[in-house]
């Protein structure tokens, strides 16, 4: 059963960082891409970022330079670090594995910048 676990959201106020983590199961998790999507209260789903299997990265122009994506194979999990955070970057953020199409996802970690 393919399981993805986000973790690190929380409230922190504008210039602050966080530090999300997705641990991954049930599935061989070196051999696929990931992706952050995040989604606002009232606005569509939105790509952040995406990591390839080669550690290749792609960032969305709103968070170029200001999130990391990175992937740990040993653990089987994938951080976005986020740094001077804004009030806009409020939304659920989630991850899923995969780039482009998405056939998983996980429930979700809300980070709130206020």
């Known amino acids: 059963q393919v399981q993805l676990v986000e973790s690190g959201g929380g409230l922190v106020q504008p210039g602050g960082s966080l530090r999300l983590s997705c641990a991954g199961s049930?599935?061989?998790?070196?051999?696929?891409?990931m992706t952050w999507v995040r989604q606002a209260p009232g606005k569509e789903r939105e790509f952040v970022s995406s990591i390839s299997t080669d550690g290749t990265t792609s960032y969305a122009d709103s968070v170029k330079g200001q999130f990391t994506i990175s992937k740990d194979k040993a653990k089987d999990t994938v951080y976005l670090q986020m740094n001077s955070l804004k009030t806009e970057d409020t939304a659920m953020y989630y991850c899923?594995?995969?780039?482009?199409?998405?056939?998983?996802w996980g429930q979700g970690t809300q980070v709130t910048v206020s």
């Open positions: 899923a594995a995969g780039q482009g199409s998405l056939p998983y």
């Open positions: 049930g599935f061989a998790f070196d051999r696929w891409g």
